[in-house]
């Protein structure tokens, strides 16, 4: 399903677009109820991957690297093949930020920080509605923070944001290897870590970001838990099969830490380090996290998939030249943050929409509709991103808050009763 998910939002693309931006307008309306809670129209973007061309011989040249490097070392993990070979066109969306902004007391800072940020789609729409909403923001010092490790993707973000070359900073070995002003004038600055993001009030913004970090693969055996690896195909030395490590390994032993009902499992390493990361800095100087992307609640087992050109695409045939996914295990990342910030979700996308006023909004736009062609274009859309056998169901969303974001500031132990915490955007229903 998912791979139909990919090619059939480009279909439908313009009239997402428009159904998006339209539902934006309303919900940051100066009279509507709720201003300045989050836009459910930025989020609205193709989930799709594309990857890019590559040259026959290009694919061969990292066949052999693998093979090589097999040879040399013995059969790899799966999360270091999906190292190895893994393109990363994240696109990153939302405006989430304006609303937990308001809830935490409109501060006089914060940093607006994107984790795999694309061609910089998300800081775009993200840039343009700060603006829009100047006079709301006006008294704040915002910057914005890429933590991207691609050079390329990193020019390509650049020449989005800023005027140009002229008005960038350059230093590839720093911890800060770009900085320059954004066409709105803010302060942004490229990193390839996260840690090397400055401390602060932040918001953090992760679109099918998680679900493209490399992955071990598992499985229960009467043995106990033995992980799956990738080796050579003895009966034909040019391709690459799965085969499942005769004893424990180091990954084995020290990523499975409790028993699981499911006989297959998938663990993100680098996942619950980042998620540990993001509720440390989060518990330490306020702001919140979003996290949209395809996922599970502990529930699924393979996922590993790779894509090609919008098709499903065989993971271990001609490395280099699909895109790698795997789905995001929200259990896991609610686990590793555990005793540190409060996680809301994974609840899908459609009922994160409807929570956000998806149906009252196109009801408004259809009346307003000129023609047929428009009205069809909108119910399209519509149901592209809420049917839940499209992106409705399989697209989630996730959020780490501070504790105290849902306790009421008059509640003590000493007052029963006072004005209730705001509630959160996309995961409470909103009157519009």
Excluded at 6 to 25: A, H, N, R
Excluded at 90 to 112: N, R, Y
Aim: glycine letters at 8%.
């Amino acid at each position: 399903m998912q791979e139909m998910v990919k090619l059939d939002t480009m279909k439908f693309l313009p009239g997402l677009k428009y159904l998006c931006k339209e539902i934006s307008s309303v919900i940051f309306r100066k009279d509507c109820p709720v201003c300045g809670r989050l836009s459910a129209g930025q989020w609205m973007r193709s989930c799709s991957r594309t990857s890019e061309s590559t040259e026959s011989n290009q694919d061969n040249m990292m066949l052999k690297h693998l093979i090589s490097k097999i040879k040399s070392t013995g059969p790899i993990s799966v999360a270091e093949y999906m190292r190895e070979v893994l393109t990363n066109p994240v696109t990153l969306l939302g405006v989430w930020c304006v609303s937990e902004w308001m809830a935490a007391g409109k501060p006089k800072t914060f940093q607006l920080v994107e984790l795999g940020p694309g061609r910089g789609t998300l800081a775009s729409d993200a840039l343009r509605v700060f603006s829009q909403l100047r006079s709301v923001l006006k008294e704040s010092e915002i910057s914005v923070h890429l933590v991207e490790v691609s050079p390329k993707l990193g020019e390509i973000q650049a020449q989005l944001l800023t005027e140009g070359e002229q008005h960038l900073l350059h230093d590839p070995s720093g911890a800060i290897y770009r900085t320059g002003i954004t066409k709105t004038g803010l302060p942004i600055s490229w990193y390839r870590d996260l840690r090397d993001v400055p401390k602060g009030f932040s918001f953090y913004l992760a679109h099918e970001f998680f679900d493209v970090l490399p992955i071990h693969k598992f499985q229960k055996t009467k043995q106990g838990w033995r992980e799956i690896l990738i080796d050579i195909e003895p009966k034909s030395p040019e391709k690459l099969r799965f085969v499942l490590a005769p004893h424990a390994t180091l990954a084995s032993k020290a990523l499975i830490q409790r028993d699981d009902e499911r006989d297959h499992i998938e663990v993100c390493p680098e996942a619950g380090v980042i998620i540990d990361n993001l509720a440390s800095r989060i518990t330490e100087d306020g702001g919140a996290a979003l996290i949209a992307d395809y996922g599970h609640n502990g529930t699924k087992t393979d996922t590993f998939r790779g894509f090609r050109g919008h098709q499903l695409h065989d993971v271990l045939t001609a490395p280099g030249t699909a895109d790698l996914t795997a789905d995001v295990d929200f259990s896991f990342l609610r686990q590793m943050t555990e005793g540190k910030v409060t996680s809301l979700g994974p609840i899908t996308q459609h009922q994160f929409l409807k929570n956000m006023g998806i149906d009252v909004r196109l009801q408004v736009l259809l009346r307003n509709a000129s023609d047929a062609n428009t009205r069809k274009g909108l119910m399209d859309a519509y149901n592209m991103i809420m049917n839940p056998e499209k992106m409705g169901n399989r697209f989630k969303f996730f959020a780490l808050l501070p504790y105290n974001r849902l306790i009421s500031k008059h509640d003590t132990k000493t007052v029963k009763c006072g004005p209730t915490a705001p509630p959160v955007a996309g995961f409470s229903e909103l009157q519009l």
